[in-house]
């Protein structure tokens, strides 16, 4: 197998090494090894099914598209949520400010001008 399952076993299994799990899936361990191996996931659920779905894929020629196929997907995912992201932002537009501070600025003065009135009255 290539380094491509030691990037997807790498999180971080500080119990067993992660050549030792690709020897594993290969079935190239002797027996005791092998055993420890499959304490080790017993133990462990999560590295359980992860080791399981990687014995099921069909061929292991078939892994390094399969892992190409999940980087794209997740990519593409990345990318949508970043545009979303992207349109809800305001826009860094001078012209929205100013019109903003503008029509505070009317509305301030407007409140000016009434009191004067009120009071004048």
Request: hydrophobic residues 40%; neutral net charge; proline residues 2%.
């Amino acid at each position: 197998m290539n380094n491509d399952l030691l990037n997807i076993l790498s999180g971080g299994n500080k119990d067993i090494d992660n050549q030792k799990l690709q020897d594993y899936l290969d079935g190239k361990l002797p027996e005791a090894e092998r055993h420890e191996v499959e304490k080790w996931m017993a133990e462990h659920e999560f590295a359980n099914e992860a080791v399981e779905g990687l014995q099921e894929l069909s061929g292991k020629k078939n892994l390094q598209a399969y892992v190409d196929s999940l980087n794209k997907e997740l990519n593409k995912h990345i990318q949508q949520k970043k545009a979303r992201r992207e349109k809800r932002r305001i826009k860094e537009n001078p012209w929205v400010y100013l019109a903003i501070f503008m029509i505070l600025a009317i509305a301030v003065i407007a409140y000016i001008v009434i009191k004067k009135l009120q009071h004048a009255q």
